[in-house]
């Protein structure tokens, strides 16, 4: 269990690592997008698409699962022994398709700050504003509230029959 902790955490860098090389340049995806491709069905100088980056998830599982099965072959071939087993490869596969997309979250969310930037020092600046205004309101509307209950407090009350005195006059008691 310890090794396959290990091999996960790894794997989640190993995609994070991957996910940021192919947003850099997708050189490799290309030369196979000219290969197997006819010229009308290459794909344009402009279009950043790489085997992982701006990928939908069924299509990067197929490519990491390739990546990785080719991987255990050859580490069968240069090594006899047998590491690589079925729960490693599916921590493999896993760590890298969440590392993807933990870096995707990170360059997105990055992306949105750069942007926001600007805008955000006003609306902060702004707040700040509207903070002080309401507080300021705040103060006004607690003086005026206490002038008020100064005011009832002042008029003196009018001495007036007990309930006992109005049933004797009315003849009830």
């Known amino acids: 269990m310890g090794l396959e902790l290990i091999i996960f955490i790894a794997?989640?860098?190993?995609?994070?690592f991957l996910y940021?090389?192919?947003?850099?340049?997708?050189?490799?995806?290309?030369?196979?997008?000219?290969?197997f491709n006819s010229k009308a069905l290459q794909m344009?100088?402009?279009?950043?698409?790489?085997?992982?980056y701006k990928q939908t998830f069924l299509v990067r599982l197929i490519f990491i699962g390739f990546l990785f099965l080719i991987g255990i072959v050859i580490t069968r071939f240069l090594i006899p022994i047998d590491i690589a087993t079925i729960s490693i490869f599916a921590s493999m596969i896993v760590g890298t398709l969440a590392g993807t997309y933990l870096a995707n979250f990170v360059f997105k969310s990055g992306e949105?700050?750069?942007?926001?930037?600007?805008s955000l020092?006003?609306?902060?600046?702004?707040?700040?504003?509207k903070g002080k205004d309401?507080?300021?309101?705040?103060k006004t509307k607690d003086a005026e509230v206490v002038e008020e209950e100064k005011?009832?407090?002042e008029t003196p009350k009018v001495e007036e029959k007990s309930a006992r005195e109005r049933?004797?006059?009315?003849?009830?008691l």
């Open 134 to 138: 309401f507080i300021e309101d705040l």
């Open 44 to 52: 344009k100088p402009t279009d950043k698409k790489g085997f992982v």
């Open 112 to 118: 949105v700050i750069e942007e926001k930037s600007d």
């Open 20 to 35: 940021w090389r192919e947003s850099r340049g997708n050189g490799l995806y290309r030369f196979f997008n000219k290969v």
């Open 151 to 153: 005011e009832i407090k």
């Open 167 to 172: 049933l004797k006059d009315k003849g009830l």
């Open 121 to 129: 020092e006003d609306i902060v600046h702004d707040t700040i504003e």
């Open 11 to 16: 794997a989640i860098f190993f995609g994070a």
